[in-house]
């Protein structure tokens, strides 16, 4: 995984992109908890999955179709009435490419198997071709080591960096369409 805050953090750009006035602010913060969901497959560790099972670590809870299911099961359950200034189309589309970068993110780094996009149908595990970003480990203690401190630089460059230039750049976008010069 590349760490949870990042994973967040990129969900919450994702929101720029949607973000319109009066929209409720729990709109993205449940966004941003949609892009952490898929890791709570590691918990399949405690009880013997191994990495990479279907319900191994980056498997099928990091599909593009558990992404769906979750968008659609999110927006039904939570936001049935719908919510101001955001459609039905995307505000589903929103927590389905939040939950879906978490995949993407993690076929990004450098370590552990790749990611299950194609569960159920199909298990194999992806990489992309260029992978900058240094994995993180599983677990907090082994986080402050200076293994750690390496995560935390490629993720403020690779995550972080790039997350705040789509918010500038969705930000400064409906700059110009709201004052037109
Ligand atoms: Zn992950």
């Known amino acids: ?10 969900a919450l750009a994702i929101g720029a992109c949607f973000y319109q006035r009066g929209t409720p602010k729990r709109v993205w913060v449940i966004g941003a908890l949609c892009s952490v969901i898929p890791d709570l497959d590691v918990i399949g560790f405690e009880f013997g999955i ?11 809870t990091h599909s593009l179709l558990f992404a ?7 927006a039904l359950l939570l ?3 719908g919510v101001p200034g955001l459609g039905g189309f995307s ?3 929103y927590f389905f490419l939040a939950t879906a ?5 993690d076929a990004m ?6 990611v299950a996009f194609f569960s159920p149908f199909n298990n ?4 992309f071709p260029w992978r900058p970003i240094r994995v993180s480990p599983i677990g907090v203690s082994r986080f402050f080591t200076d293994r750690g401190l390496e995560v935390v630089k490629s993720e403020l460059f690779w995550i972080w960096l790039p997350a705040a230039l789509l918010l500038a750049s969705s930000w400064l976008i409906r700059l110009r369409t709201a004052r037109p010069a």
Request: proline share 0%.
């Open 124 to 127: 194999t595990r992806y990489f």
């Open 101 to 105: 970068s978490h995949g993407l993110l």
């Open 91 to 93: 505000l589903w589309s």
């Open 79 to 81: 936001f049935r009435q």
């Open 109 to 114: 780094t450098d370590g552990g198997l790749g």
């Open 50 to 60: 191994r990495y990479g099972d279907f319900w191994g670590h980056r498997g099928f």
């Open 1 to 10: 995984m590349a760490s949870v805050v990042s994973h967040a953090v990129a």
């Open 68 to 74: 769906a299911v979750l968008a659609s099961a999110v």
